[in-house]
Structures are given as C-alpha cells and as structure tokens.
C-alpha cells in the first residue's frame, strides 16, 4: 500500500444509489466465480455442504484465502460474527474482528444489513452475490462479496462461508 494508506482507518461501505450492497445474478470476480464453483461442487443434492470441507488447502489452491471469511449466527440469528477472516478483509476492516459480533464493529445502518442479509442467506439454503463501494484512509474502490451457506461441525446449524474482493485504488 501507498504511505498515505492509514492500515487503522475502518473501510466505510458508501452508498450506491442509494444501497449500501446491490445484489447481482452470479459472481464476476474470477476467486468468486471460483468459490461458488467449488461450493457447487461440495453440495450434496439434497443439502448444503460442510464447512470442514472448504479446507485451507483447497481454498490456497484457488488463490483465495486472504479472501475467505466464515460467519456463524448468534442468539438465533440476532446477530452474526466472523470464525475466520482472511488478511484481505481484516486490511478492509482496518482491524482483526474475528470473534466481534456485526452489532459491534459496524455502523448501526451496516450491521442491521449485514444481518439480515446473512439470515436470509442461511434460513434460504442460496448464495447470496453482492457489489458496493467503499473508502477507507485515502483509498476507496469497489467490492465484490458473497455468501454461501454451509452446515456446521454439529451438522444442524447453517453458517455461512464467503469471500470479498476488493478492488482498491488512490483517489
């Protein structure tokens, strides 16, 4: 990153017509399109695939684990929070939040979405794709994510294993 790129800045999603996230058909990005495959291929015909079976090698072998988070639901979906986050996100957050619930490390207006997407995402059983923007420090891009359902090491729960792409440049 360039000196003027401040690593502590939190990104802030900025709103695109209106909506923070639009949501789109299929992935674009060539590691999203590459995730989605792969969960395609995992998924049972009658079910959702297993979050143990998105190994780190599996996701290295498509040059995307900076890339990757799992989120879990708490409280029955009240809130969700991050398992496992790649360095590319915790660059986009501007800060490790592994373990922090979404009601506390976005802003009331970004969690309440996060969440509500998120709860779709699993109480469907479908991936959800998604675009927006964002700024943080000096820089502000585009961001591809998404979110596919998985069930859990208890076999029961639905979380959810995606990826984000950011596409940063200078203003």
Not at 92 to 100: A, E, I, K, S, Y
């Amino acid at each position: 990153m360039g000196s003027g790129f401040d690593q502590f800045a939190r990104a802030v999603l900025e709103p695109a017509g209106g909506d923070l996230l639009v949501e789109i058909a299929a992935p674009v990005h060539a590691g999203a399109i590459a995730l989605h495959r792969l969960w395609l291929d995992l998924k049972p015909a009658d079910g959702l695939p297993a979050r143990d079976l998105f190994s780190f090698e599996r996701l290295g072998g498509l040059g995307i684990l900076g890339n990757c988070f799992v989120i879990e639901p708490l409280d029955g979906g009240r809130d969700w929070r991050y398992r496992l986050l790649g360095s590319r996100i915790t660059w986009l957050f501007g800060q490790d939040v592994t373990n922090v619930p979404f009601s506390q490390h976005f802003d009331p207006e970004e969690a309440e979405l996060c969440i509500r997407l998120s709860n779709r995402v699993a109480q469907s059983g479908r991936p959800l794709f998604l675009t927006g923007r964002f700024r943080t420090g000096d820089f502000s891009g585009s961001l591809e994510t998404m979110s596919l359902p998985v069930l859990a090491r208890d076999g029961h729960a639905v979380w959810l294993m995606g990826a984000s792409f950011p596409s940063e440049h200078r203003d």
